[in-house]
């Protein structure tokens, strides 16, 4: 266990169920690549050991477009500002004749 962290936590075993998608490394330093649902592996020279998450499989679902949201919008027009609130319309000049 290392000692950066706390108290109270500690590393999984093998045996244990993974629960986050990623690249462990165990004591001797032998890396793998794990996915969710996996079962931490025994180490061949070691037996049971602890196994520490060194990188998360972050998994890109785009498909190579820009998502919508981020389009830049179109700039509002005086006759669409007028429709977004009744009281955004420019006052009437007062005719004193």
Do not use: C, I
């Not at 079962?39 to 020279?45: I, K, T, Y």
């Amino acid at each position: 266990m290392s000692e950066e962290k706390g108290h109270f936590q500690m590393d999984p075993m093998s045996g244990e169920p993974v629960e986050v998608d990623g690249v462990y490394k165990n004591e001797w330093g032998r890396e793998e690549k794990l996915a969710r649902g996996e079962v931490f592996p025994a180490d061949p020279m070691l037996g049971a050991t602890e196994w520490e998450l060194t990188q998360l499989d972050m998994e890109n679902h785009s498909n190579g477009e820009t998502d919508p949201r981020l389009y830049p919008k179109k700039d509002a027009t005086a006759h669409d500002a007028h429709l977004q609130h009744p009281k955004r319309h420019p006052a009437k000049p007062n005719k004193l004749e």
